[in-house]
């Protein structure tokens, strides 16, 4: 399974970014999605996850209300609207994939994009 990110950039403090995450293969519609994210020196944080159907998604507490996860399963795209852009927001954005979890652990998601950088500036 391959993952493709895009959509990162540089961007002013309070700007929108959209990032898209296009899956190869014919099964993306059985996959639940997350976007996590890394900054220098830090550990890779949950972002958003969304379930196969779309019909649910979950936000970790420091982007809730800001970012908004969807998909596309006719387009095996996930994509991940980032508003209301904060410096603290500036990391390496990665899509992620599983079969059956729903949740925040990285270690529980088996196929990783190769990460796009945001980069958010005051």
């Known amino acids: 399974v391959q ?6 950039g540089l961007v002013q403090a309070g700007g929108s970014l959209r990032l898209s995450c296009v899956v190869a ?3 993306f519609s059985s996959y639940v999605m997350g976007w996590f994210r890394q900054a220098p020196g830090k550990e890779r944080e949950f972002v958003a996850a969304i379930t196969r159907s779309g019909s649910t998604t979950f936000y970790a507490n420091s982007v809730k209300g800001r ?3 969807s998909r596309d399963n006719a387009r095996n795209t996930v ?9 603290e927001d500036t ?9 059956n979890y729903y949740g925040m652990d990285p270690a529980m998601y088996d ?3 190769q990460g796009t950088q945001v980069t958010v500036s005051s």
Do not use: D, E, H
């Open 111 to 113: 196929y990783w994009g």
């Open 3 to 8: 993952l493709q990110a895009s959509g990162g």
């Open 25 to 27: 293969g014919r099964t």
């Open 79 to 87: 994509y991940l609207r980032m508003n209301s852009l904060k410096p």
């Open 67 to 69: 970012f908004t996860i």
């Open 91 to 99: 990391a390496v954005y990665y899509c992620a994939a599983n079969f």
